[in-house]
């Protein structure tokens, strides 16, 4: 790389970006205590969390392709900040619901809509970004310190919640309401490498279709997306939390914050470690294990009645994902070219972001026909069935020695 290619990333871009996805993940994590508290306040039933997840789901699968082409197309910031706006407005209609229409679920679920569409365009845009903002070389380093601080949000963000939750619904859609308006104005002034988008005569579903056909033409990255949709798909213990919280651990909306805080703690206590002495051998070998882990606390935690053993597998189960998104995502970002990011990343956010919401949706509906602790328990079983299979399907993933071993040169 050229001494001008270098000169044009700073250490000031990277901590801005940073600073940007703390308040954004922050908000999700404020808003997301808040809306699953007061729809199973009101509806009582595990589907009615699941419909919350299905809710932003579907508009995620529909929207979380294209918004990668445009990634790809137009400026990034800019389609994050747009999309930060978005997720700001829908943050104010829940204020207005909650003030006035607080016993009716329905109005809820059609702002999640909106708001899964907003976070369609933002995860894309935003999980693109980092590798113009850094060296190649500094790439894993620097998405272990932006974790870091992702794991922070979402260590407190659900401890926050729960805390002004019982000030009442201003403080705590207010507090979204800023954070997700200060990380979109905090990206539209990011600096670094600026990315210009190569001539195309393609239609947008040949662009589209392009994505997918890198995803699945490299076994590494196909291996690590669907590995880690399949956990999250399967183990979505944190959908049901209100429920635990509730009704089996009894430790009320403060204890549901510290529930949702646990798995962000050991997510950050694993960042800060990932930071200091990054994976540097084994890698493949390591992703796998860490997901075998993943499986196993789930079932602990399904089984548990006791409080801190419940918070201990949370722990556990953060700690060990976290391990399992900073490989993947490092792998991800160091095997795809430039003019492939946006819609790599939205492959990617398809199958791990918007898996979340549909393992929420998955969850609640399993628990509704199974139970709620036979439900998390299964799901952990499930996992760690994925894992021998996909160690069998996926081969190359599993002899991934470094990184190195899949990384391409940046464009100039």
């Keep these: 790389m050229s001494d001008t290619a270098t000169s044009i990333y700073r250490e000031r871009d990277l901590n801005l970006f940073v600073g940007a996805r703390f308040l954004s993940t922050l908000a999700i994590q404020v808003q997301s205590v808040a809306i699953g508290w007061q729809i ?11 419909l919350v997840g299905l809710c932003q789901f579907l508009p995620m ?9 445009i990634t790809d197309r137009f400026n990034q910031r800019r389609v994050y900040s747009l999309s930060a706006a978005l997720q700001a407005a829908c943050s104010a209609l829940f204020l207005a619901l909650s003030l006035f229409h607080p016993d009716d679920a329905w109005p809820f679920y059609i702002v999640l809509v909106l708001f899964g569409a907003a976070r369609g365009f933002a995860g894309p845009s935003g ?9 190649p070389e500094k790439l894993a380093k620097s998405m272990a310190f932006s974790s870091s601080f ?143 882990i993943f499986g196993l606390a789930t079932i602990v935690f399904g089984l548990s009645s006791w409080f801190p053993l419940s918070l201990l597998a949370l722990f556990v189960l953060g700690a060990s994902d976290m391990v399992s998104v900073n490989i993947r995502a490092s792998l991800i970002q160091l095997a795809t070219p430039d003019t492939m990011r946006g819609r790599v990343s939205s492959v990617s956010m398809l199958f791990i972001g918007a898996s979340n919401e549909l393992g929420e949706f998955e969850s609640g509906t399993t628990a509704a026909l199974l139970g709620t602790v036979p439900a998390v328990v299964a799901g952990g079983v499930g996992t760690l069935l994925v894992v021998g299979l996909w160690m069998k399907l996926f081969p190359p993933l599993l002899r991934v020695n470094k990184f190195s071993d899949v990384a391409v040169p940046p464009s100039r």
């Design 40 to 50: 199973y306040e009101m509806e009582r039933t595990a589907l009615a969390l699941g």
């Design 61 to 69: 699968f529909l929207l979380t392709l294209p918004a990668g082409d």
């Design 127 to 135: 999980s693109s970004l980092l590798p113009f903002l850094v060296p």
């Design 150 to 292: 992702f794991t922070a949000a979402v260590i407190s963000g659900p401890a926050i919640g729960g805390f002004l939750y019982a000030l009442g619904p201003v403080p705590v859609y207010a507090l979204c309401i800023t954070g997700f308006l200060g990380a979109g104005v905090i990206v539209a002034r990011l600096g670094g490498r600026r990315f210009k988008p190569e001539a195309t005569e393609a239609s947008r579903y040949e662009r589209v279709a392009e994505g997918v056909r890198f995803v699945r033409s490299r076994p590494v990255v196909l291996g690590a997306i669907s590995l880690d949709l399949f956990a999250v798909l399967l183990g979505g213990a944190t959908a049901l939390l209100p429920i635990f919280a509730r009704d089996i651990l009894h430790v009320g909306p403060v204890g549901l914050g510290f529930l949702r805080s646990a798995p962000a703690v050991g997510a950050f206590a694993t960042a800060f470690y990932l930071t200091h002495w990054p994976i540097r051998q084994h890698v493949g070998s390591v992703m796998f294990a860490s997901v075998a």
